[in-house]
């Protein structure tokens, strides 16, 4: 795997409540693989500590390392004193729709010899489509200008990156760099990352996961022989919480008032009454109450 967790957790609506804490990988081919979780009382900082703890025993503190999560402040001050050399970041899109990426194209078609996953020859495709309006021109032995869809773009072969900051982010070489490649007459598969290969992949998979015997048949040894306990959760006032919590900085759906009697959206019955709306079917009632009374 590239070394990019991601972490998040979500309360539980089963019979203990609590929260599903998760740490999630991406393999070669955009997929989410699990790595580790754990079911807490709630999203705070003593379970996000010990939980990132735990991570830690086997992913290891680095400086390539990245961690991307929303932006829940207990995650924020955790990951600074258990991850101290690695990179702590905030997702654009939360969660699911900020790690998927498609493309298509049919002009061209990469991967056999380097033996990418499908995702990824999708996207070199799609690529070398754009590549096609571009014009690279040589600044020196390992730097080049590229133009032609409005602005400049300089790309470094021996550092593998491009101003446009694609190339170096997704390990993947972005339109600049396929046109500075194939002027300079180079191996396109050269420059794409191993983590997208198909024997990187399946390497991720090598192991096998067994399934779970009937729970007679199960080996413990005597040291794990203990109950496990539900999290002591609070019961908290009011009706269950059902739709996902919006995180910091992220916007919920709007919901548009509609009045219950004419459903017109922008005001309610109550409002109608109290603020004098032009409500066709308030007014109605209302005229036909003043009526009655009389």
């Known amino acids: ?36 979780w754990a079911i807490v009382d709630s999203e705070n900082d003593d379970s996000w500590n010990w939980f990132l703890q735990k991570l830690k025993e086997f992913i290891n503190d680095d ?26 970041v905030h997702c654009s899109w939360h969660l699911s729709q900020n790690l998927k990426r498609v493309s298509g194209g049919k002009a061209y078609s990469p991967g056999a010899r380097y033996n990418l996953m499908t995702t990824n020859g999708a996207i070199l495709r799609a690529n070398f489509t754009l590549s096609q309006r571009l ?31 694609v190339f170096q982010i997704d390990k993947i070489p972005y339109a600049h760099a396929i046109a500075v490649i194939y002027g300079a007459k180079l191996d396109l598969y050269d420059f794409c990352s191993p983590y ?3 024997q990187m992949w399946a390497f991720a998979y090598a192991d096998t996961i067994y399934p779970v015997p009937i729970a007679n048949e199960w080996n413990i040894p005597d040291h ?19 739709e996902r919590i919006p995180s910091i900085g992220e916007f919920g759906r709007k919901r548009t008032k509609k009045c219950g009697v004419c459903h017109e959206s ?28 009389c």
Do not use: W
């Open 1 to 36: 795997m590239r070394k990019v967790i991601y972490v998040d957790g979500i309360f539980l609506k089963c019979k203990y409540k609590g929260c599903l804490l998760v740490a999630t990988a991406q393999d070669g081919d955009f997929h989410q693989f699990p790595i580790a």
């Open 63 to 88: 400086p390539n390392l990245v961690i991307i999560s929303d932006r829940h402040v207990s995650i924020i001050n955790v990951v600074r004193t258990v991850y101290e050399h690695a990179s702590h």
């Open 135 to 165: 014009k690279a021109y040589q600044l020196n032995a390992f730097e080049y200008q590229v133009y032609g869809d409005g602005k400049d773009e300089v790309v470094n072969l021996s550092e593998r990156s491009c101003s446009c900051r």
């Open 196 to 198: 997208y290969s198909s």
């Open 224 to 242: 794990f022989k203990y109950n496990v306990l539900p999290p002591d959760v609070k019961m908290k006032r009011g009706r269950a919480q059902k």
């Open 266 to 293: 922008g005001h309610c019955r109550k409002n109608a009454l109290r603020d004098r709306l032009m409500c066709r079917r308030v007014v109605q009632f209302f005229v036909y109450d003043v009526f009655f009374a």
